[in-house]
């Protein structure tokens, strides 16, 4: 499990610069606190749609491995932040991960003989998912099964 605190200033400009660039988060679940200040965004139905903070309430985020491990039934989302020129917003994600050496691959009671991915070490996906941050197709198709 890592443990993520993110501060985003104030911006005198928010259409010069993001909070957080648009992105996938590679591991199992991203349980978030977003505090009450506006600036997460999903990509969803071909626009960037706001996730509007709900008091007492916690994002749960897909998470790159965990698409893979249910063969795509739930599917990673991607997703960025923005800045506002009135207030900071601050934000906590706990992110839940593999150790390093477990084995992940899609859960044999959601496939059948349909596994759309490999079977794989969680260090390897790390390793491959950093270097190509900004391109999450060529993250993924390194870890598919041919057709
Ligand atoms: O600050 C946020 O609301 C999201 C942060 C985020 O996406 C991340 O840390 O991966
Ligand atoms: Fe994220």
């Known amino acids: ?28 679940l991203t349980i978030l606190h977003q505090g009450d200040v506006n600036g997460l965004q999903v990509f969803k139905d071909g626009e960037w749609t706001s996730v509007d903070p ?19 039934k739930l599917k990673s989302v ?26 992940i691959e899609p859960a044999k009671s959601v496939v059948g003989n349909a596994a759309v991915y490999r079977a794989f070490e969680f260090k390897e996906f790390l390793l491959h998912f950093f270097p190509n941050f900004h ?13």
């Open 1 to 28: 499990m890592l443990l993520s605190a993110n501060h985003y200033p104030p911006c005198p400009d928010p259409s010069l610069t993001l909070g957080m660039s648009k992105h996938y988060d590679a591991q199992l």
């Open 54 to 72: 709900l008091r007492n309430a916690l994002v749960i985020n897909v998470g790159n491995t965990l698409q893979i491990i249910s063969n795509n």
């Open 135 to 147: 391109n999450n197709d060529l993250v993924m198709e390194r870890f598919k099964l041919q057709a």
């Open 78 to 103: 991607e997703h960025r932040v923005v800045t506002n020129s009135n207030c900071a917003r601050t934000s906590v994600g706990f992110f839940i991960a593999p150790s390093d050496d477990s084995i």
